[in-house]
């Protein structure tokens, strides 16, 4: 191996255009030392105060990553990180799941008597991590945006403190996540000791043009990779822990890891897997293991999923197993990305759509869960429907969306992730993704047998007579953004068909 360059500091130095570019990152960066700051003057009321700079950096971020949609791509830092119309369409999505969750998180705070500032400090930094995650082009710029989201969710999760499943799920979460982590880490250092380098574009470079590069331990360093992130990701066999994590976390925590924390990771992993020439540049033996692995385990995540999810009375649990079906199908997009026309758009445009339906979902539920959260199951849904027309409407948007019936985003979604699978010639990968979206519109519809089409039983909790102000916002403008892409999908499409054609 060629004598390593000692590296140039230099590559801090950023022009003016630059600058720029890092603007979502100043603005949340700022609001979550700010948030930290205000937040501890006693003369101020903490809960608006806090808010207020939080909601100020997250529509300041997401103005200016809107703006970079369209932009060309610009390396940062020496190529450690990329500014481009794919970070920029994630930092829309990150930062959009971040506002909606802590408007859903308002008065759940209230109710479970947990308003504290470090509740939004903690949200600010997780999402920081996220937008990390999704620029980072250096193995360990993405180790450590994990950890900085990571580290921030594991908290969040046990942010009940006195109660013994938040606790517990904390901990899981803790102990397994800090594993996958260990094993994402050592694989990056068996690539860095077989090609010299961390930046993933550049490892490809390396092994196409000096192939005895390709050893056992490269190999053993891609694999290791790969299972990091498929443990993020939540697909089978690295999915037992998600469950008892969603269960356990704060009802509005469950919606932000269920959407946010997922893309963040599947954000990375289609950078990785793009960068390490997929479907284009590996040798036809490797490329052949890697499809059949990744085969086999989107259906097993698929099936899986959605079969014990039919056994599910708590709904948290049952979304938390359609989590990892949802799971599933995207890793069918990923198979199929590199060989049909639309490339991975599909697989952006359903993380897009995921967000919002199931982001809905949640604060849907966050409204109506008791303290401890309580009242999330099946029967204490009996008869919704009277009790609160609006709240059974939305949820009902949400649940049709994600069994992907029209004309719902869900419906659109799927479509155009599956036809992308038939371009690449996997028919029996689309049968059987359609075979289980069919089991799995059993018990999203179930739910709905019981919100309207079962009188309330003597042990519901009632509903409350309003929904709060911010939440009924949140949920407003979600079902809004489920149906209006779902009856006009191509404007979507069109938008992440450019955010993935310069990848």
């Not at 089409?453 to 403008?477: G, H, L, N, W, Y």
Request: glycine share 8%.
């Amino acid at each position: 191996m060629d004598k390593l360059n000692v590296i140039d500091p230099s590559f801090l130095t950023l022009s003016g255009d630059q600058l720029a570019l890092l603007g979502p990152y100043f603005w949340m960066i700022g609001a979550a030392l700010l948030a930290m700051i205000v937040g501890v003057i006693r003369f101020l009321p903490s809960k608006w105060t806090v808010f207020a700079v939080a909601m100020v950096g997250i529509l300041g971020g997401l103005f200016v990553s809107a703006n970079q949609i369209g932009m060309d791509r610009a390396d940062l830092f020496g190529g450690m990180m990329v500014a481009d119309g794919f970070s920029a369409f994630f930092n829309v999505l990150f930062l959009g799941t971040a506002a909606l969750s802590l408007c859903a998180s308002l008065k759940y705070l209230d109710k479970e008597k947990l308003q504290y500032p470090e509740y939004t400090i903690l949200l600010l930094f997780s999402t920081i991590g996220m937008m990390l995650m999704a620029s980072a082009l250096d193995l360990i710029t993405i180790f450590i945006a994990l950890e900085i989201m990571s580290l921030s969710v594991y908290v969040l999760v046990g942010f009940r403190r006195n109660d013994r499943r938040s606790n517990e799920a904390a901990m899981k979460y803790f102990i397994l996540g800090a594993a996958a982590s260990a094993i994402l880490l050592y694989g990056s250092a068996l690539l860095y000791g077989s090609t010299g380098t961390f930046v993933i574009t550049e490892i490809l470079a390396r092994i196409s043009a000096k192939g005895d590069l390709m050893t056992p331990v490269f190999h053993l360093g891609a694999w290791m990779v790969l299972a990091g992130f498929l443990f993020k990701i939540a697909s089978v066999p690295f999915h037992m822990w998600l469950p008892d994590v969603y269960e356990g976390a704060p009802t509005p925590i469950t919606g932000f890891m269920t959407t946010g924390v997922k893309a963040a990771a599947f954000a990375a992993f289609i950078r990785v897997f793009v960068a390490f020439g997929y479907g284009k540049d590996l040798t036809s033996a490797v490329e052949g293991r890697l499809h059949d692995v990744l085969w086999v385990l989107a259906v097993a995540t698929m099936f899986i999923g959605n079969v014990i999810a039919l056994t599910q009375t708590n709904l948290k649990r049952m979304l938390a197993y359609s989590t990892i079906a949802h799971t599933g199908y995207l890793l069918v997009g990923m198979i199929a990305a590199p060989h049909a026309e639309s490339g991975f758009a599909p697989v952006a445009m359903y993380l897009a759509v995921y967000t919002v339906m199931n982001l809905g979902a949640f604060a849907v539920l966050s409204v109506l869960a008791g303290r401890g959260d309580t009242g999330l199951n099946l029967h204490d849904l009996s008869g919704l429907g009277k009790r609160h027309p609006w709240l059974a409407f939305s949820l009902a948007i949400f649940l049709f969306s994600l069994a992907g019936i029209p004309p719902t985003a869900g419906f659109a979604s799927k479509y155009y992730l599956l036809y992308s699978a038939i371009q690449a010639k996997e028919v029996w990968l689309v049968v059987l993704a359609v075979l289980c979206s069919a089991i799995a519109v059993y018990y999203y519809l179930r739910v709905l047998v019981y919100m309207y089409m079962r009188e309330p039983q003597a042990d519901t909790p009632s509903a409350k007579d309003f929904t709060p102000a911010a939440a009924a916002f949140a949920v407003a403008m979600m079902v809004a953004m489920t149906l209006q892409i779902g009856i006009l999908p191509a404007k979507m499409m069109a938008i992440t068909k450019r955010v993935v054609a310069k990848l």
